[in-house]
């Protein structure tokens, strides 16, 4: 009889990966749902602000409520890496630690019941064992870990360490073998993706690599995520726009708009070049801009506030990501002196409103336009509507579209169709088939 895993991912979809790795190496065990029935727990923890550190920590002692006693409870990840010391001595709960360098170990660590911080920042290649989790037509392949960037408010190299590519073979391999296992749509990832093979000497590593994925029999869609302004150019908006795989999708979270507020976050771009890059992705026929936004960091005066509020209702992002300022020890902004929390608190939910108002406007854009989707299932919303995603927005992320007519087409998950938007029905689009894409 196989033992049961019980597997919670938190955090971003770079964590979601190692998760993926994790499963590849446990393949023998049968997951379960119900945590109180599983031989092994795993939590991959994030630890990136203070919100995600006090889910991990609350999921986890969740889940020890409910494990059966001879079971085994596994932290690994972000929080567990950057905590490793305290969390050992705070946490008798956890049967073992690892953190973010042991993914392909985990089997190993779980036989011996033995605890593991590898030096070096694990990076998937090509070979690892991984199981694609969430869709049958979707993959994540991450293209890098750590970030060279010096952000104030960011702790992130202080345990990820400094930018670390794959080579653009390995990248080619990986995405290759999941377009055999019928996989058509991919999502890059890192930290800085801009920033991609220049720690390898490519002068610009995300163009070489977009060049290479659109070679690839089986790719139908692809798009990038998490562009760093002062290494996102000119020439890498355009080849994206003119890519016939790759979306003309644009995130890059900006964090702030301010000159002032750029120049204490350590950004390396102030206003005037972060504007020029986001006008020329604008531009683009049929782009979509997304970014993220840190609301109350130190020394984000009124006056830099009302500015940034004016331009996000100005510029007309499709879809804004609304952070709230989180003092983070081993930052350069951990000292300065900061904000009081209800004047951070304010100020986040005044931006919350404007990105609430953004994305209306944003799908007001698609009545009665047609737009590539992919079919995900039955909707949660109801049982007589299907969930598609449009091939230019990311997964989870941007939202749904609800298809209300398949118009007798004998519609499957993970397949492709061109659908006419409708009507708008508060954040969603409502769509009819046309007609199927083929790959």
């Given amino acids: 009889m196989s033992k049961t895993l019980h597997l919670v991912?938190?955090?971003?979809?770079?964590?979601?990966?190692?998760?993926?790795?994790?499963?590849?190496?446990?393949?023998d065990y049968t997951l379960t749902s119900k945590p109180e029935n599983a031989d092994v727990i795993i939590v991959n923890t994030c630890g990136f602000i203070e919100a995600a550190k006090e889910e991990s920590i609350s999921t986890i002692l969740e889940l020890h409520q409910q494990r059966k006693a001879d079971s085994l409870l596994v932290m690994s990840g972000c929080l567990s890496e950057r905590y490793q010391n305290e969390l050992k001595s705070q946490m008798p709960e956890i049967d073992i630690f690892t953190g973010v360098g042991d993914y392909e170990r985990i089997d190993e660590l779980i036989a011996l019941k033995q605890s593991s911080f590898s030096p070096e920042v694990y990076l998937i290649s090509e070979d690892a064992p991984r199981v694609i989790t969430g869709s049958n037509y979707h993959a994540y392949i991450k293209i890098a870990e750590g970030c060279n960037q010096n952000c104030s408010f960011c702790a992130i190299p202080s345990f990820k360490g400094r930018l670390k590519s794959r080579k653009i073979e390995s990248i080619i391999k990986e995405v290759s073998s999941l377009t055999k296992k019928g996989f058509c749509d991919f999502s890059f990832i890192s930290q800085d993706s801009s920033s991609y093979g220049r720690d390898l000497g490519l002068k610009d590593g995300l163009i070489d690599l977009i060049e290479q994925v659109e070679l690839i029999p089986g790719v139908k869609s692809a798009r990038i995520l998490y562009l760093y302004p002062s290494t996102t150019t000119t020439e890498l908006i355009d080849k994206i726009a003119d890519s016939s795989i790759f979306q003309t999708y644009y995130d890059m979270p900006i964090q702030h708009i301010s000159s002032n507020v750029l120049k204490v976050m350590k950004r390396g771009?102030?206003?005037?070049?972060?504007?020029?890059?986001?006008?020329?992705?604008?531009?683009?026929?049929?782009?979509?801009?997304?970014t993220s936004i840190i609301a109350g960091h130190p020394q984000e005066t009124q006056k830099d506030f009302d500015e940034l509020c004016r331009f996000l209702e100005e510029f007309e992002f499709d879809r804004i990501n609304v952070f709230a300022y989180s003092n983070e020890e081993n930052t350069k902004a951990f000292e300065m002196e900061q904000l009081p929390l209800e004047i951070i608190e304010e100020r986040t939910k005044i931006i919350g409103e404007i990105a609430k108002d953004a994305k209306s406007k944003s799908l007001q854009k698609m009545l009665n336009k047609t737009v590539d989707v992919a079919i995900d299932g039955v909707s949660s919303e109801h049982e007589y509507l299907l969930s598609a995603r449009p091939l230019s927005w990311a997964v989870e992320i941007d939202g749904e579209i609800l298809i209300n007519d398949?118009?007798?087409?004998?519609?499957?998950?993970?397949n492709c169709y061109q659908a006419k938007v409708t009507q708008i029905a508060g954040e969603y689009p409502i769509a009819t088939l046309i007609k199927e894409l083929k790959v």
């Fill in 9 to 27: 991912s938190l955090g971003c979809t770079k964590n979601l990966v190692d998760s993926e790795v994790m499963l590849g190496r446990l393949k």
């Fill in 269 to 290: 771009f102030g206003k005037e070049q972060t504007l020029a890059l986001l006008q020329r992705m604008r531009e683009k026929k049929d782009s979509f801009v997304r």
């Fill in 406 to 414: 398949k118009n007798d087409f004998d519609v499957e998950v993970g």
